[in-house]
């Protein structure tokens, strides 16, 4: 039965060819931390997933459900549907969820990209969380009154040949500095996918209300914390205390971690936030978060690696 999402591995567990059979060429397992493609289930109660490894051969295998946690994209309010939360679980489903970047740590494995290649200590980058998106909810909702011709051009990765977002001067320099990915059209992708379904629908609104909520952040104890720890490895449960901190308490429990293997080390890469109601003058981050609902931590820990390809 096919699904799409992903399958945050909580505990190593083998990831078999034939989980009947218990057949596992290579001997290969999931790690604690990493999240995986999921691509299937084998039942509508499934008592076993298909994702996808990298490296693995083959590539598809089948993991426990007590293996991890999911989330099916093909499911309304995604960032709920984990089979493992945590946390209050007051509050409503989000609406939006807010994803940023931690450019070091997503960089490692893309040094092919211009913003990666041009990655120094003394950038914004090096210190501040970056925008990825703002994404209404449920994920799968995107591409409002796109045309089929530019939905396929986008979900080819082909962002350069995507129509240019028509921002002010203000707004544009802001966003080049706060997203850095715009040096690979990140900002045509976010926008063609999910800024179409923004309901105050133009460009400029919908990254002037995300940059402020990055500004939020990067002004907060969530952004000295990292700061203070680059080079470190923190847990999730530290990254929540510190959005307590920053955004009342419970703030943590709408936050969630994501990280990446590197080697031997896990590199965090990204936090999402879930929020209720879309961000405007009015409403802070605070107020946003703590009206909607807990989601799973995912990764347990992570490195906040510094600047530079290791």
Not at 85 to 105: D, I, K, N, T
Request: net charge negative; glycine share 10%.
């Amino acid at each position: 039965m096919a699904v799409r999402g992903s399958f945050l591995a909580t505990k190593d567990c083998p990831a078999f060819q034939s989980f009947r059979k218990t057949t596992n060429p290579g001997g290969v397992k999931i790690e604690a931390g990493h999240s995986y493609p999921l691509l299937a289930k084998n039942a509508p109660e499934p008592s076993q997933y298909r994702v996808r490894i990298e490296g693995a051969v083959p590539p598809e295998r089948w993991v426990s459900v007590d293996c991890g946690s999911y989330n099916d994209e093909g499911a309304s309010g995604d960032l709920q549907n984990s089979r493992a939360g945590s946390g209050s679980s007051a509050g409503r489903p989000a609406e939006f969820v807010l994803s940023l970047g931690w450019e070091p740590g997503f960089c490692e494995g893309h040094a092919d990209k211009a913003e990666c290649a041009s990655q120094t200590l003394d950038h914004f980058d090096a210190t501040h969380f970056t925008l990825h998106g703002l994404w209404p909810q449920p994920r799968r909702r995107g591409y409002c009154n796109v045309s089929q011709a530019l939905i396929d051009t986008d979900r080819k990765g082909d962002w350069q040949a995507l129509p240019e977002v028509d921002l002010d001067a203000a707004t544009r320099a802001h966003l080049v500095i706060a997203m850095p990915g715009t040096q690979s059209f990140l900002d045509r992708h976010e926008w063609t996918r999910h800024g179409t379904c923004y309901e105050r629908g133009d460009a400029e609104t919908y990254f002037r209300e995300a940059l402020s909520l990055l500004d939020e952040v990067n002004g907060s104890a969530v952004q000295a914390l990292f700061v203070a720890n680059i080079g470190q490895e923190i847990t999730v449960g530290v990254v929540r205390g510190a959005f307590d901190v920053a955004f009342g308490s419970g703030a943590g429990d709408r936050v969630r971690l994501s990280c990446k293997r590197d080697g031997s080390r896990r590199l965090i890469t990204e936090i999402t936030i879930g929020l209720v109601a879309q961000p405007g003058t009015s409403n802070t981050l605070a107020d946003l978060i703590k009206a909607s609902t807990a989601t799973d931590p995912g990764c347990p820990s992570g490195i906040i690696d510094p600047v530079g390809l290791q």
